[in-house]
Every structure is written in C-alpha cells, then in structure tokens.
C-alpha cells in the first residue's frame, strides 16, 4: 500500500495533529474524546489489515511511529 507524497505527507501531518490532540486529551481529562480518538485510529489500522498497516507505517517518520505504538498500540 504506497500513497503519492503529497498523500502521504497530508496524512502524516493529521496523524501528527491527532497525536498532538491525544496528549492534551489526556493531560485535561476529556476523556471521552480521548477514547473515540483513540478508536478512530485503531479503526483505520483495523480497516488497512496488519500487513498493510506494517509497510504504511515504516514511511512514517521514527518520532511519530514510536509514539503511536507506545502510547495507542497502533
């Protein structure tokens, strides 16, 4: 599953934005919010098949990947 660059690039700065929302999710307690945000990611990582989601996420920059295993298992 490859996306153009301008694709990607737009993702990865939502998914970037969304990380950024998490956190302050999670540091003022909207945590109903949290946990639809949360689902929406699982979600689309559901939808795209394990496989998929491997080869997507390695063009994801280190920071962003790592940050989104280890705090949303995704």
Known sequence: MT???????D????LNDLVC???????Y?????LF?????LHGF???VGDDNWKQFSQ???AALRERLA???GV
């Open 3 to 9: 996306m153009s660059r301008i694709r990607l690039y």
């Open 11 to 14: 993702f990865l700065s939502l």
């Open 21 to 27: 929302l998490l956190c302050y999710l999670s540091l």
């Open 29 to 33: 307690g909207s945590y109903p919010m």
């Open 36 to 40: 639809v945000s949360i689902q929406i």
């Open 45 to 47: 990582k559901n939808q």
């Open 59 to 61: 063009q994801f920059p």
């Open 70 to 72: 280890a705090g949303y």
